[in-house]
């Protein structure tokens, strides 16, 4: 009996101040110090106490305050119950769910996020740190979720987060999902503002390899994709037909760098990888190659040749068109551009014919104007209406293609106005749509 007063006794002492200030442990110094002069039994209740009173709180401050707490918590235990290790686990329970539900909402504070990220403890730390991955990875599917400065910063934190997790010795896939998640942020960002996207020459430096070894490149072409398609990049030399190197899978780092490798089943495709920044003021990158073929490392630098962003710094009308608007057949053309190569080939008169699916879902037809013919199917298509843009993707023979659209003011008058893109043979066109029919 009076074993259970001393332990009513502390755990009142323990929590007589909590009604001081507006978070869980006003002092947590004090609060620990408190707790390490209690039984195991009071250190345990306070514990359980706190689990229990904000179990679905997800105050900011609140949630901080029990982080920090309950970090304290857990090295006293460890220091003072580690023999019954349910004790520490008690502990690392509060820590963990404080840490799932401050990390899993808005809006990110990477330098405070990774170091959270990097909090969590047991042996289910791994799972917990998917689960935060997996969160904001959800909030991706919803294109409008989040605005280019969230996006941001949820590709800075999921660079610390990869970074993080190859450091604590998590599997594969919990890496594999920060970069995703990073690399769909980054295209989400790019898609409203593609600064790297387009077609650039190509200089090769090949200082310490052999002259017979080095790879003839003119070209750099790099697309970004969809959720499904991501970013896809080619270096080509113009009198091949297949590109030099490809990769179907290139990881964005941040807004200005990317890098990328080829698969194990990348065949016939020459083993490889590159790394490359972009410098959007001059419109040149600088990076390097990297291939079995030669053990050193191919340095390059590529200067903008033509790219979407072109259009999207064209005048803009004052209203852009609703989504339900887009659906119908457009007639126009496809230029290519002066100087293009002669095994480019030359287009007719064209029709696109464009079917909305869902809320911002279309898919695409562009065909002969005279006969009808199909040229081309796009199965995907997105509209972004705040910035009237259409982006759509199909395939050829020759890999991926992709044709974006804007609606602009040319002479005054608003057009469409677009540029079509061949990810494999770095080609490009211009296109113009009249009004649909």
Request: charge should be negative; hydrophobic fraction near 40%.
């Amino acid at each position: 009996m009076q074993s259970r007063q001393f332990v009513l006794i502390a755990i009142l002492s323990l929590t007589r101040f909590s009604y001081a200030c507006d978070i869980p442990v006003c002092n947590v110094a004090e609060k620990i110090e408190e707790l390490r002069n209690v039984t195991q039994d009071a250190r345990v209740q306070f514990y359980t106490e706190l689990l229990n009173q904000y179990k679905t709180n997800r105050n900011t401050l609140v949630l901080e305050n029990l982080i920090d707490f309950s970090l304290e918590a857990y090295k006293l235990s460890i220091e003072l119950d580690s023999a019954e290790a349910w004790i520490p686990q008690r502990a690392a329970n509060l820590l963990n769910r404080s840490l799932t539900f401050a990390l899993t909402q808005g809006p990110i504070q990477v330098s405070k996020y990774s170091t959270w990220y990097a909090n969590f403890i047991s042996d289910s730390a791994p799972a917990f740190r998917f689960q935060v991955l997996l969160y904001w990875n959800e909030q991706l599917k919803n294109d409008s979720a989040l605005l280019p400065n969230d996006l941001r910063q949820l590709i800075s934190f999921m660079g610390e987060a990869r970074s993080i997790s190859e450091f604590q010795h998590d599997e594969n896939y919990v890496m594999n999902l920060a970069q995703s998640t990073a690399t769909q942020a980054g295209l989400q960002l790019l898609r409203i503002s593609p600064q790297m996207e387009g077609v650039y020459q190509v200089e090769v430096k090949c200082a310490a390899i052999d002259i017979n070894h080095c790879p003839k490149l003119d070209k750099f072409s790099i697309v970004l994709g969809d959720r499904w398609r991501l970013i896809q990049a080619a270096f080509i030399d113009e009198t091949l037909i297949v590109p030099v190197f490809e990769f179907t899978d290139v990881h964005l780092i941040d807004e200005k760098t990317v890098e990328g490798q080829t698969g194990p089943l990348d065949t016939p495709f020459i083993p490889a990888s590159f790394y490359i920044e972009f410098d959007q003021t001059t419109k040149s990158f600088s990076g390097f190659i990297r291939t079995p073929r030669t053990l050193e490392k191919i340095e390059i630098r590529g200067s903008l040749i033509v790219s979407p962003i072109n259009l999207m710094n064209q005048p803009r009308p004052t209203d852009f068109i609703t989504p339900d608007k887009i659906e119908g057949a457009y007639t126009g053309n496809i230029a290519r551009p002066p100087g293009a190569a002669e095994r480019a080939p030359q287009f007719p008169p064209v029709e696109l014919m464009i079917v909305r699916y869902d809320e911002n879902s279309f898919k695409a037809t562009l065909r002969d104007g005279r006969t009808h013919e199909m040229l081309f199917d796009f199965p995907a298509g997105y509209y972004f209406r705040n910035i009237g843009l259409i982006t759509l993707y199909g395939a050829d023979p020759n890999g991926l293609v992709k044709l974006t659209f804007a609606y602009r003011l040319v002479a005054g008058v608003p057009t469409w106005i677009g540029l079509v893109h061949s990810l494999r043979t770095g080609q490009y066109y211009f296109l113009n749509l009249n009004a649909k029919l």
